[in-house]
């Protein structure tokens, strides 16, 4: 542990050679001699309930063409991974693309992975949400953190919606789909029965199967978009938190 945690801080310090570190998120790693800029834990790994995650560190950094990046260094993996979610609509495609290759120049010895936003997870949304009430770059480098304050306490409020508004959609799930899959059973078993006379039995009996089976693929599809849903919300949420330590932090740094 002494060993990677001070590899982290010469990660930093090499950093600090070509990018502007911004804010820093540790995972299970106590690091000295840290720049004064915000230090906070990273909230989606020390969030999940399963083990298995290498100690690690996360730097928002700003780059010569102002663009930001959060990359993610893993010494006991020997990788860097740059974090394309977290900086959407702070950075573009090409600066990004810049951003890797100086790394692989700077850090021969490391992978350089990029990992790219997952629709399946909808993080997509979860940024669509989070900018239109406050950006990264105003998180990071704002002047008027009054102002930022009051924009991250909006989107935690539209975050417990989003909570309430998949809390709905569970319920509604689990109510609904034991009864209405007993319903159309029921209903199939009868209205075949009207075509006895026209129909073999396999046909009728396959039918009745490609019934229940349309409806409760139907229903599991509504329960997983019930869970991606909340999902989501959990998401903004954890921005809101990331994005008020960033902020306790610099008022902190700026007395």
Same mark, same amino acid.
């Given at each position: ?47 999940? !309930? ?32 740059? %974090?394309?979610?977290?900086?959407? +609509? %702070?950075?573009?495609? =090409? ?40 950006? !990264?770059? %105003?998180? !990071? ?50 209205? !075949?029965?009207?075509?006895? +006379? ?24 509504? +329960? ?6 909340? %999902?989501? =919300? ?22």
């Amino acid at each position: 542990m002494h060993t990677t945690a001070s590899d982290a801080r010469q990660f930093v310090d090499a950093l600090q050679g070509f990018a502007t570190v911004l804010a820093i998120k540790v995972y299970r790693l106590d690091v000295d001699g840290l720049p004064p800029v915000p230090v906070l834990p990273c909230l989606d790994h020390e969030a999940l !309930l399963h083990g298995g995650i290498d100690p690690h560190i996360s730097v928002y950094v700003e780059d010569a063409s102002a663009s930001l990046h959060e990359v993610a260094y893993i010494p006991q993996a020997r990788r860097l991974e740059l %974090e394309v979610a977290s900086t959407i +609509g %702070e950075c573009t495609k =090409a600066s990004r693309e810049a951003f890797v290759q100086l790394l692989q120049q700077r850090f021969p010895d490391y992978a350089v992975r990029l990992q790219p936003p997952s629709r399946i997870r909808n993080e997509y949304r979860v940024m669509d949400a989070c900018r239109a009430q406050v950006t !990264l770059r %105003e998180v !990071l480098t704002g002047r008027d953190l009054d102002r930022t304050k009051l924009s991250i306490d909006r989107l935690q409020t539209i975050s417990a919606l989003m909570e309430k508004q998949s809390r709905s959609a569970s319920w509604g799930a689990r109510t609904v789909m034991t009864p209405l899959i007993a319903v159309a059973g029921v209903l199939s078993y009868e209205t !075949l029965n009207v075509f006895v +006379g026209s129909l073999t039995a396999s046909t009728i009996l396959y039918t009745r199967y490609l019934v229940i089976t349309l409806v409760g693929g139907f229903l599991l599809y509504y +329960g997983v978009k019930a869970v991606q849903l909340t %999902e989501t =919300a959990n998401r903004v949420w954890k921005r809101c938190a990331e994005y008020t330590l960033i902020l306790n932090e610099r008022r902190r740094l700026a007395k």
